[in-house]
């Protein structure tokens, strides 16, 4: 079982949300920050950054390693084009991989994670056993998951049921 599926809770992470200002245009965001934006739903990269598109002209910014300036940083460079407001304290993100990745969390969620259907790249906001989360699929055993962190507790207990039961 440790061969085929491995969690950890993400620390020093920075999160996002970044929401474009009135007529700004994912293209204006993106050259800010050094990278090629849609405006899309999914995962994109750029510069150790990762934009996850959550509605039109909204984005959840994700860096693996943040200190305590970064999202001050980032809110100048996206000064007059986007508004930021920093989440990384309000949510968890547990990192989940190996090839029974798509199982666990499908025990969960009614999203199809078959990798022809939920590609590397693709997120989704819906709910896993109830709790509230916004997921992408990093690779194509990699599952990022952001959950609210007063429901933290919530989601390690059913991934402990659940990886019990495996």
């Known amino acids: 079982m440790a061969e085929a599926f491995a969690s950890r809770e993400l620390s020093d992470f920075g999160l996002a949300a970044v929401a474009a200002r009135k007529d700004v245009t994912a ?3 993106g050259q800010r920050l050094g990278i090629e934006l849609e405006d899309r739903s999914g995962l994109q990269h750029g510069a150790g950054t990762a934009l996850i598109g959550t509605g039109p002209g909204q984005w959840l910014v994700f860096v693996d390693e943040a200190d305590s300036h970064w999202p001050l940083r980032l809110a100048e460079m996206l000064c007059g084009v986007a508004s930021v407001s920093d989440q990384s304290s309000g949510y968890v993100i547990t990192r989940l991989t190996g090839k029974v990745a798509p199982t666990v ?4 969620m009614s999203i199809d994670l078959d990798p022809a259907m939920f590609k590397p790249g693709a997120s989704a906001a819906s709910a896993i056993a109830y709790i509230p989360v916004h997921m992408w ?7 990022d998951v952001a959950i609210p962190r007063s429901y933290a507790e919530s989601f390690r207990h059913w991934l402990a049921a659940v990886t019990a039961a495996l």
Request: glycine share 14%; proline share 0%.
């Open 27 to 29: 293209g204006a965001i």
């Open 105 to 108: 969390l499908q025990r969960g």
């Open 137 to 143: 699929r990093v690779d194509d055993q990699t599952f």
